[in-house]
């Protein structure tokens, strides 16, 4: 059974740091990984997704890369603000297994 | 391109009900799945239909169900509620291949009293 672990479960920093999310897998064998972030009360915003073939994907100030063989992703925001204060789950959302999310990571970005 | 709509927003429902919930996926996704979202749980699988069959199964109780129509959108029942319901309930939609990303819809939130 697929298991999807995130750390840290919550983070809060002063406005212009660099972060770094973290998550991890049990099992090697994934199609891709998606990370996602929910605003309370609504549902997920998909960030960026990762096919299983490459090694990392960039988007804006977020940077997530992969690393299949030892089952880590990580979500790198540049030069965070308070917009981005947000709950951010991680999921493998394709493949032999069921959709598998992350608990997330609970961000506040004060000013 | 519109997104993923989800009816109603809110419900508001009492023990031994049942309620159905309703899922229009992106046009042109043929892949509809649903979850389940508690402070306790996180977000967990139930189903997914693809092309009005249903194609995988989460770990729930018989009382929920789910169709797909012709058209790809979705619903999903929930019979005999329990307090335990209680949740946001989303579906996503997706192209429906394994390395097809999930669009999310906002959700409804299920209160059962």
């Known amino acids: 059974k697929q298991e999807v672990t995130q750390i840290p479960a919550a983070l809060s920093v002063p406005e212009g740091e660099n972060l770094v999310l973290n998550c991890s897998f049990t099992?090697?064998?994934?199609?891709?990984l998606q990370w996602f972030r929910q605003d309370p009360g609504k549902g997920l915003t998909s960030l960026l997704l990762?096919?299983?073939?490459?090694r990392e994907q960039t988007s804006g100030r977020l940077n997530a890369s992969l690393d299949k063989s030892s089952g880590r992703s990580t979500l790198y925001i540049a030069a965070s603000q308070p917009g981005d204060s947000a709950t951010y789950l991680c999921?493998?959302?394709?493949?032999?297994?069921?959709?598998?999310f992350g608990r997330g990571t609970s961000l506040i970005v004060h000013p | 391109k519109a997104g993923v709509t989800q009816t109603p927003r809110y419900l508001i429902k009492t023990r031994g009900q049942q309620v159905t919930l309703s899922c229009s996926p992106i046009?042109?996704?043929?892949?509809v799945s649903w979850y389940q979202q508690t402070p306790g749980q996180g977000l967990q699988f139930l189903f997914e239909?693809?092309?009005?069959?249903?194609?995988n199964k989460g770990n729930f109780p018989g009382r929920f169900s789910g169709r797909q129509f012709s058209n790809s959108r979705s619903e999903m029942n929930v019979s005999t509620l329990e307090l335990g319901d209680s949740a946001l309930y989303l579906c996503?939609?997706?192209?429906?291949?394994?390395?097809?990303?999930?669009?999310f819809g906002n959700g409804t939130r299920l209160t059962v009293t």
């Open positions: 099992d090697s064998a994934i199609y891709n």
């Open positions: 996503a939609s997706s192209a429906g291949t394994a390395n097809s990303p999930l669009h």
């Open positions: 239909y693809f092309s009005e069959t249903q194609r």
């Open positions: 046009s042109g996704h043929r892949s």
């Open positions: 990762i096919q299983s073939s490459q």
């Open positions: 999921a493998l959302p394709g493949g032999s297994y069921i959709p598998t």
